[in-house]
């Protein structure tokens, strides 16, 4: 089996994926995590822009996007929202089409459902794009659009580190607005490092379900970390990022010069 599902703690529905060995969401809670690890922290509905626009990447079961234009329709803003989220498998779909919460998010969420059938989906204000296939290409053939908030949320670095090296944040930096806030779960050192070096400041997300996220971003609209947290950063062992310097590397390839790279690094703080 490529999925099992998984009731989290908020009662919702994850599934944990074979491949990755891997819950696409934390077990707390997983539509509580899509609002307070993102939309929330991307500040996105905060912003005054006649026009918002948002970058999901892995968009997994959705809930990113439903908690997004649930949040945007509650408003009831003047404001249009463009969405864009990335997947590379939807082989889940078959069990994603079984998940229902039993309440109002029901009505959006099958229309979103359709969407990752077809593709788009178009509401009075809100228009969703789902484009299938590796996030690294198509962020590569991207225009300049100028997203104002990204929820990172593939596998996790160990799992899936092709979309967590530094070359993959420096390239996504090319499709973001200037006070873009990126938003992802992981605070593990090597991304924030990543991060750093990719030059967008860093800083701590929220807990959710006992868990420290990251934030970070171009501009100062988010408090980064102190100079003795990147201190400290600097000196872990772990901070060394994954590079994909053609942005077509397998996995394998990208953990490989990693290891190979912490330990030409450990040799060289040897003293002996």
Not at 218 to 245: A, K, M
Request: glycine letters at 8%; hydrophobic letters at 40%; a negative charge.
């Amino acid at each position: 089996m490529l999925f099992k599902e998984i009731i989290t703690g908020d009662g919702t529905i994850t599934l944990h994926s074979a491949e990755y060995d891997e819950a696409m969401h934390t077990v707390s809670g997983a539509f509580e995590e899509a609002l307070c690890r993102h939309v929330f922290p991307s500040k996105i509905l905060e912003r005054r822009d006649e026009h918002l626009r948002a970058l999901d990447i892995g968009f997994g079961l959705g809930y990113n996007i439903l908690a997004l234009i649930s949040e945007f329709l509650r408003k009831k803003s003047k404001q249009l929202l463009s969405v864009i989220t990335l997947e590379k498998d939807l082989s889940h779909l078959t069990l994603m089409k079984r998940i229902t919460f039993g309440d109002g998010r029901d009505r959006l969420y099958t229309q979103i459902k359709g969407a990752a059938e077809g593709g788009d989906l178009s509401l009075e204000g809100v228009s969703l794009q789902l484009i299938m296939g590796d996030a690294r290409e198509i962020i590569r053939e991207m225009d300049a659009i100028g997203f104002h908030a990204v929820f990172h949320d593939p596998y996790s670095p160990s799992k899936n580190p092709e979309l967590w090296t530094l070359d993959f944040f420096r390239e996504l930096k090319r499709v973001l607005n200037s006070e873009a806030i990126l938003t992802t779960y992981s605070s593990a050192a090597q991304v924030r490092m990543a991060l750093l070096q990719a030059g967008y400041r860093v800083g701590n997300g929220p807990i959710v379900g006992g868990k420290r996220g990251t934030l970070a971003a171009l501009s100062d609209d988010i408090q980064t970390l102190t100079e003795d947290d990147i201190d400290n950063l600097g000196e872990n062992s772990q901070s060394i990022p994954y590079r994909d310097v053609h942005l077509r590397d397998s996995r394998e390839v990208i953990r490989r010069w990693r290891a190979v790279a912490m330990k030409k690094n450990r040799r060289g703080n040897d003293p002996s």
